[in-house]
């Protein structure tokens, strides 16, 4: 079955740390994989999405990911997380053909403290 | 106006009543989405519409009733919710094709008493 799993319910770090939100999937083809970010009483707003080529990608607000077919995992990274960053994330998987058809993860609640 | 556009933004609603979610997207896109976010579960995708054309409906409720009169607009018509229907539903847009990805609204905060 297609499955997106994030172990982490919530983690909080400390402003200026490094983060690392966890992500492991399960799909029958090759997967097209996604982070979100959605603050309280907003929509979700993509942070990155890796489908083929370099495994370490980029994304906007300082985050990358690195995705492992190994491992089949999608992490999500920041070295230095500001205290404009406590948000709910989303890991998703999808289709490459209909990119808005997608299965989500649980979440992972992120606080920061000062 | 840019982006995705739901309205309205927050709606209480009684089990006998009958209500619609209203979603508009300035994208251009031509491929729209429903999905629920209750607590503690994961996005569940509801509906999926192709250049108007339902596409895929995951065994969602004919409570819910979806209106896609064109590749812009997308309606939820709600009727005889059940309290554990309270929920926060999000619409989404994507253009048609490969490596794509949705645009999300801002939801609409559901509460069914």
């Known amino acids: 079955a297609q499955s997106v799993t994030q172990p982490d319910i919530h983690i909080t770090v400390s402003e200026g740390a490094s983060l690392e939100l966890r992500c492991n999937y399960s799909y029958g083809a090759t997967p097209y994989l996604f982070w979100y970010v959605q603050s309280p009483g907003q929509g979700l707003q993509l942070l990155l999405k890796?489908?083929?080529?370099?495994?370490l990608v980029q994304g906007i607000k300082g985050f990358e990911a690195e995705f492992k077919r190994s491992q089949s995992s999608f992490n999500l990274r920041k070295p230095s997380v500001h205290w404009s960053d406590a948000a709910e994330y989303f890991c998703?998987?999808?289709?490459?053909?209909?990119?808005?058809?997608?299965?989500f993860g649980q979440g992972t609640e992120l606080s920061v403290k000062p | 106006e840019t982006g995705v556009t739901q309205t309205p933004r927050h709606l209480v609603m009684g089990m006998t009543n009958k209500k619609s979610l209203k979603c508009e997207q300035h994208l251009g896109h031509n491929a729209m989405y429903w999905y629920k976010q209750s607590a503690k579960k994961p996005l569940e995708l509801m509906f999926v519409?192709?250049?108007?054309?339902?596409?895929e409906n995951n065994s969602v409720p004919s409570r819910f009733s979806p209106e896609c009169p064109n590749s812009s607009h997308l309606f939820l018509h709600l009727h005889t919710l059940q309290p554990e229907d309270s929920a926060l539903y999000l619409c989404a847009s994507s253009q048609a094709g490969t490596y794509t990805e949705a645009f999300f609204g801002q939801g609409t905060r559901l509460t069914v008493v």
């Open positions: 998703a998987v999808g289709d490459y053909n209909q990119g808005g058809k997608l299965i």
């Open positions: 890796y489908f083929s080529g370099d495994t």
């Open positions: 519409y192709n250049f108007k054309e339902q596409t």
